[in-house]
């Protein structure tokens, strides 16, 4: 993926951010996930490209939310993409850290086309050998971990969305002895976090929506880490319907039911995650508004040359002043 399409790409990232920065600690997260779906939709829409949703917030009748198959742009380079125009609507909606607006970018044909369903999930920063497998044990997974990190699995910290579906999860992380950090919203980072350095994550588990699941591969891909998912359809209460529409869905190249590797989600090198600060989190910054001046932070991973780039940006307003801190 070309530098310049990447940044355009951020800067999309970067409107929708402070489009809905402004409803941080607002208590609304419906108003935020859409401020920030319609901006993401405007700027996508302005960009010389023919960019195609295949992992979104719904399916076509769901709109506003930027849905599956929804094509964006202006004509140009083909490019599939993966969104969470806010990742973690409940962070933001109550001003807690790690809420996100994110992107996954790759050539036409590369990023998984599934249905807006929930999705099993194992991160990890490595696959210990190939060992690493979302049919495992909990335990057998752990105590590969352990082999490879080289410490007990004791000392193994394990992220978990906070959910009652995870209930069966918890009981036996801690029956193998293992540490658990509890996050109530945004599986994106939780995922990333493991295979990234001073998170004090080692492994993360459990069943989230499919669109961060496509998203937290894309990352994981760029640094070097591990990724394996399996769609779940008996989570939702209109999991059949959506399971039926999914089998007639034009595009559909996989089975349904078998587990979903990094190759089969992300099926190019050329492929780029790209995610802003809405709120102050471990990755980045959150969105600051200052002497009429707005800044961002944002992390671009890009699985082509293997690179993490941090970029802080101030946008001045027209009476705004330029902050470097």
Same mark, same amino acid.
């Given at each position: 993926?070309?530098?310049?399409?990447?940044?355009?790409?951020?800067?999309?990232?970067?409107? *929708?951010?402070?489009?809905?920065?402004?409803?941080?600690?607002?208590? /609304?997260?419906? !108003?935020?996930?859409? *401020?920030?779906?319609?901006?993401?939709?405007?700027?996508?829409?302005? %960009? &010389?490209?023919?960019?195609?949703?295949? %992992?979104?917030?719904?399916?076509?009748?769901?709109?506003?939310?930027?849905?599956?198959?929804?094509?964006?742009?202006?004509? #140009?380079?083909?490019?599939?993409?993966?969104?969470?125009?806010?990742?973690?609507?409940?962070?933001?909606?109550?001003?807690?850290?790690?809420?996100?607006?994110?992107?996954? %970018? !790759?050539?036409?044909?590369?990023?998984?086309?599934?249905?807006?369903?929930?999705?099993?999930?194992?991160?990890?920063?490595?696959?210990?050998? #190939?060992?690493?497998?979302?049919?495992?044990?909990?335990?057998?997974?752990?105590?590969?971990?352990?082999?490879?990190?080289?410490?007990?699995?004791?000392?193994?910290?394990?992220?978990?969305?906070?959910?009652?579906?995870?209930?069966?999860?918890?009981?036996?992380?801690?029956?193998?002895?293992?540490?658990?950090?509890?996050?109530?919203?945004?599986?994106?980072?939780? *995922?990333?976090?493991? *295979?990234?350095?001073?998170?004090?994550?080692?492994?993360?588990?459990?069943?989230?929506?499919?669109?961060?699941?496509?998203?937290?591969?894309?990352?994981?891909?760029?640094?070097? #880490?591990?990724?394996?998912?399996?769609?779940?359809?008996?989570? &939702?209460?209109?999991?059949?319907?959506?399971?039926?529409?999914?089998?007639?869905?034009?595009?559909?190249?996989?089975?349904?039911?078998?587990?979903?590797?990094?190759?089969?989600?992300?099926?190019?090198? /050329?492929?780029?995650?790209?995610?802003?600060?809405?709120?102050?989190?471990?990755?980045?910054?959150?969105?600051?508004?200052?002497?009429?001046?707005?800044?961002?932070?944002?992390?671009?991973?890009?699985?082509?040359?293997?690179?993490?780039?941090?970029?802080?940006?101030?946008?001045?307003?027209?009476?705004?002043?330029?902050?470097?801190?």
């Amino acid at each position: 993926m070309q530098p310049a399409r990447i940044m355009e790409i951020l800067g999309v990232a970067e409107k *929708a951010a402070i489009a809905c920065a402004d409803w941080n600690g607002k208590g /609304d997260k419906v !108003a935020a996930d859409q *401020a920030a779906t319609t901006a993401m939709r405007e700027a996508f829409n302005d %960009i &010389d490209f023919s960019g195609r949703i295949v %992992i979104g917030e719904g399916e076509r009748d769901e709109a506003p939310m930027l849905y599956i198959g929804e094509e964006l742009g202006r004509g #140009g380079e083909e490019i599939d993409i993966a969104v969470d125009p806010l990742e973690g609507t409940n962070l933001c909606a109550s001003n807690q850290p790690n809420a996100l607006t994110t992107i996954a %970018i !790759a050539p036409r044909g590369a990023l998984l086309f599934a249905p807006d369903t929930y999705m099993w999930k194992i991160a990890a920063a490595t696959d210990c050998g #190939g060992r690493l497998h979302i049919d495992n044990t909990v335990a057998e997974n752990l105590q590969y971990l352990s082999e490879e990190l080289g410490k007990p699995v004791s000392d193994i910290n394990v992220c978990i969305l906070k959910r009652g579906r995870h209930d069966k999860i918890v009981e036996e992380v801690r029956a193998a002895g293992a540490r658990i950090r509890f996050i109530g919203d945004g599986d994106v980072f939780g *995922a990333i976090a493991t *295979a990234v350095p001073g998170t004090g994550i080692d492994f993360y588990i459990g069943a989230g929506g499919s669109p961060e699941g496509v998203l937290a591969c894309t990352g994981l891909k760029a640094i070097g #880490g591990f990724f394996m998912g399996k769609l779940d359809f008996t989570i &939702d209460k209109d999991g059949a319907e959506k399971r039926a529409r999914a089998e007639k869905m034009d595009g559909l190249d996989f089975d349904l039911d078998a587990p979903l590797t990094m190759d089969m989600l992300v099926r190019s090198d /050329d492929a780029a995650f790209i995610a802003c600060g809405v709120t102050d989190g471990e990755m980045v910054s959150g969105v600051t508004f200052m002497d009429g001046s707005v800044t961002t932070e944002c992390v671009v991973m890009n699985a082509a040359d293997k690179t993490v780039r941090f970029v802080k940006t101030c946008h001045r307003g027209e009476n705004g002043r330029v902050r470097f801190n």
